[in-house]
């Protein structure tokens, strides 16, 4: 047995600020490209003369392959180094990007979707795992003040940058703007990023348990049960869930295969996925806590641009304009709190995030069809602040008991929860969305009677209101009434909002105390990392 300091001395000057540079730029295309394609949908539609059903093909492969790959990223480190894997990733990146600029014909753009969707799976797990390898104990906190920014950053841009695209040039452009920024990644981390000799040797040693019991059955299970998960969670809404047939098989393909994973994974010699790291009660917790925060994350970032674009009428690209406040005090709180993570343990980081983001949801509760851009500041901050108080903890806890080898182990299966996690979210408050819209419409629609004055006073106002402007009195008393009918699904539309921002509060709220497990130990500065050169 040898043993090896958890930081020993790298065998050539890093520059840790450079490598963190490097980095970014796979990780802050990799979640880019997952909601920049969404605002383009309509345009690729149109072109490729596709259904509906049909065109939502190109975001779901591209989710279903990055998925499939995060938990794979340290079983591929081993086999072939993790610089290696990062860069190969970054290439099949880019280079299926360029091919999806060049698609004509629907199955070919899905097609080099999935295939992009594969090389981005494992950029944001290497970024995490080489960020923590690169930066010394202390400054952790600071490491992943980085990497939440870029993974936070990421679906935020990504709609204002597509409808940006969209309006002012082509379709293809949303993945030709990756060309320029991939090469310059793929080139500085070529240059700046060095596997360290600690790492390579263990991973090395690791690959070779793996090469003598290959766990074929682990990866097969994993494919096939997380490949039908995530088609559950991205087709189940537009397909009546359950009364379609093929979301029933989904569903029981997904949960006999992911509990044979499990029992597979926990009874290998040399399991693809370490899920025995989940024994660890600080990485368990901090996952957790990472994948409900990312369902709520993803539910409020789906809500607030629906209800910008389709209740106060506002352009693609403006409603990502006028929720930029949100990644602005992300972006200019992380820092803080990369550097407050060393002095307060993060359990109280992460608690005083809870309470923002309840005390942000209840704020976003009280819109209303008169809200403008600047109602929306203050708890835009409020909530940009507790995700910041949120993510950069959490993924810097979760790591914190992790030895340098298992890193991108730990770091794909941080990753994988966190991206399920959002996939859960967004589809169960979507559904909650249009169940709270119509069970509002239908509570409001008996007091809209021709019985009732008032209701009468306000049709012949919206008549007289149409015939000022030019509108034939027949034609104008024919329209009033649909006009109020029209108001009244949006004043439903309104109120079914607040209840999901109300609900996201409260449920949030449920995991305050799951943060009396998110202690880290701090009374080491480094742990030994045993490798079994045998």
């Not at 180094?81 to 290439?91: E, I, N, W």
């Not at 940006?164 to 920024?181: E, G, H, K, M, R």
């Not at 990485?283 to 990472?290: E, G, I, N, P, R």
């Not at 996939?423 to 909650?432: D, P, V």
Request: glycine share 8%; aromatic share 10%; net charge neutral.
């Amino acid at each position: 047995m040898t043993a090896i300091a958890a930081y020993p001395a790298p065998a050539q000057p890093v520059n840790k600020w450079l490598v963190a540079v490097s980095i970014a730029f796979g990780s802050l295309m990799a979640t880019i490209d997952s909601s920049i394609v969404n605002v383009a949908l309509p345009n690729i539609r149109g072109e490729l003369g596709a259904s509906i059903q049909e065109i939502t093909w190109i975001s779901t492969g591209y989710m279903i392959a990055m998925v499939l790959v995060m938990p794979l990223t340290g079983f591929l480190g081993g086999f072939f180094g993790q610089k290696r894997v990062y860069l190969a990733s970054m290439f099949i990146f880019v280079a299926a990007s360029a091919m999806c600029g060049t698609a004509r014909s629907l199955p070919a753009l899905i097609v080099w979707r999935v295939i992009q969707g594969l090389g981005g799976g494992a950029l944001q797990p290497s970024q995490q795992a080489i960020l923590r390898q690169t930066f010394p104990p202390e400054e952790q906190g600071i490491a992943m003040a980085m990497f939440s920014m870029v993974v936070m950053i990421g679906p935020a841009v990504g709609p204002v940058l597509g409808g940006w695209i969209t309006d002012n040039y082509s379709w293809p452009w949303i993945f030709y703007i990756n060309l320029p920024v991939g090469i310059i990644g793929i080139m500085m981390s070529a240059q700046n990023v060095h596997e360290p000799e600690d790492v390579r040797v263990a991973m090395r040693a690791r690959a070779e348990v793996a090469r003598k019991n290959l766990d074929i059955a682990g990866i097969v299970l994993m494919a096939v049960g997380i490949g039908a998960l995530q088609y559950l969670f991205e087709e189940g809404s537009q397909k009546d869930w359950f009364d379609a047939l093929e979301i029933r098989i989904a569903l029981f393909v997904a949960v006999v295969a992911i509990v044979g994973f499990i029992i597979r994974e926990l009874t290998a010699t040399a399991p693809v996925v370490n899920l025995r790291l989940f024994k660890d009660a600080t990485f368990a917790s901090a996952t957790l806590v990472s994948f409900l925060m990312f369902g709520m994350l993803m539910g409020s970032m789906f809500l607030l641009p629906v209800f910008a674009q389709e209740s106060l009428h506002y352009t693609a690209t403006l409603s990502g304009i006028v929720l930029m406040p949100r990644t602005l005090a992300m972006m200019a709180a992380s820092p803080f709190i990369g550097r407050l993570y060393n002095k307060v343990q993060p359990r109280v980081i992460v608690g005083v995030g809870v309470i923002l983001f309840a005390i942000g949801s209840y704020q976003l509760s009280e819109i209303t069809l008169d809200t403008s851009a600047g109602d929306l500041v203050v708890p835009l901050i409020v909530t940009g602040a507790a995700f910041a108080c949120l993510f950069v903890p959490l993924t810097t806890a979760a790591l914190s008991h992790v030895p340098r080898h298992q890193m991108a182990d730990a770091a794909g299966l941080n990753s994988f929860m966190r991206q399920i996690g959002g996939s859960i979210g967004l589809t169960i408050f979507a559904t909650m969305f249009t169940n709270f819209a119509i069970e509002a419409a239908s509570g409001l629609a008996p007091h809209l009677s021709m019985l009732r004055p008032e209701v009468v006073d306000r049709v012949h106002t919206i008549a007289g209101a149409l015939i000022s402007r030019g509108m034939r009195p027949d034609l104008a008393n024919l329209l009033a009434p649909r006009f109020l009918v029209g108001s009244l699904y949006r004043q439903a539309t309104v109120l079914s909002f607040d209840r999901i921002f109300i609900l996201q509060g409260v449920l949030f709220l449920v995991v305050l105390p799951i943060l009396y497990f998110l202690k880290v130990d701090r009374s080491q500065p480094g742990e030994k990392v045993h490798v079994d050169l045998e």
